[in-house]
C-alpha cells in the first residue's frame, strides 16, 4: 500500500531505542525525511545512520532531553514546519501509590503530558497553515486499563489523552489528524528494566519473569517495534485522514474489553 507520505518531514521524538525507532523506521520506509531525538547521542547517531543506509532519507538528529523546555528549544530549531509529530519519551518508574510526592507527579507530567502537549502547540500551527498535518502520541495501555504499579504514567498519560480528546476535533477541520497509540507490552529496554524488576521482586529468572507476563497476554508474546511503528505510519498516511482522535491499542489482546 502506498501511504502517500514519501518527501514529507516528521519530527519523531525519543527514537533511538524501543518504540520510538520503530516509528522512525516505518516512516522512513515509506519515504519520510527525519528529525530523530533522544537524550544519549552514540545510540542516536547509530540509529540514524541505519536508517540513512537502509532508506534513503535525510535523517536529522538532535541529542536533547525532550521533557525539558532546553531540550525542546533545541529539538524544535531543527524540526521547524514538520508534517508529522511522533511524541515520546521514557515512562516514569513503578512504584506504590503511597511513593509518590508532588515533585513525582510534576517529573511525571512534565514527561509524558506536558512535553507532547508543548510540542503540539510549537507544531501544529505549522500544520494547519499549509492544511495537513499528522500528530501520533505514543501512550499506554495503562490509559485504558490501569497498571497499579505504574500510577504515575496511569495518571500523567490520562491528563494527555483528556487534552487530545478536545484538541484533536478543534484542528480536524484543518487537515491535522491527532491521535495516541497505546502499546501492550513490547520487547523494548523498557520491557527488560520492568522485567528485571519483577525477576528481583519475586527471585525468579528474568526468562520466568517474562513468560509469566506473556502467559497474561491473549497473543502470548510481546509486541515488536516493528508492528508497532506499521501502525505509527499508517496513522501518519494519507489513507489515515478520517482517523481523529482515536486511543489505537496495541496490546495482543491483554485489555479485556469489549470497546
Ligand atoms: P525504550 O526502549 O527504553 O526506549 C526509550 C527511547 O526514548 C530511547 O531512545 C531513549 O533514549 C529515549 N528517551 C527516553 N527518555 C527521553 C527523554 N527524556 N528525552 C529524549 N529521549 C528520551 O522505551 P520503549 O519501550 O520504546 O517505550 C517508549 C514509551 O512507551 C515509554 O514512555 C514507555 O513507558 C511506553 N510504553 C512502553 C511499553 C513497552 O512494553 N515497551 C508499554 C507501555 C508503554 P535515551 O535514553 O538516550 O534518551
Known sequence: ???????????????????????AQALAEAGVNLVMNARGKEALELAAEGIRTKYGVDVATVAADITTEDGRSAVLEAAA?????????????PGMWTDWERDDFIAALDANMLAPIALIKALVPGMIDKGWGRVVNITSQSVKAPIAVLGLSNSARAGLTGYVAGTARQVA?????????????????????LDT??????????????QQREATIPARRYGTA??????????????????????????????NATL
Open 226 to 255: 516493528e508492528e508497532f511503528g506499521a501502525m505509527c505510519a499508517f496513522l501518519c498516511s494519507q489513507r489515515a485522514g478520517f482517523i481523529v482522535g482515536q486511543n489505537i491499542l496495541l496490546d495482543g489482546g491483554a485489555v
Open 173 to 193: 477541520p484543518h487537515g491535522v489528524t491527532i491521535n495516541n497509540m497505546l502499546p501492550g507490552i513490547h520487547a523494548t529496554d523498557r520491557a527488560v528494566s
Open 197 to 210: 524488576g519483577v525477576s528481583q521482586q519475586q527471585g525468579i529468572t528474568l526468562d520466568e519473569a517474562r
Open 1 to 23: 500500500m502506498d501511504l502517500g507520505i514519501a518527501g514529507k518531514r516528521a519530527l519523531v521524538c525519543a527514537s533511538s531505542k524501543g518504540l520510538g525507532l520503530g516509528c
Open 81 to 93: 514546519s514538520v508534517d508529522i509529530l511522533v511524541t515520546n519519551a521514557g515512562g516514569p518508574p
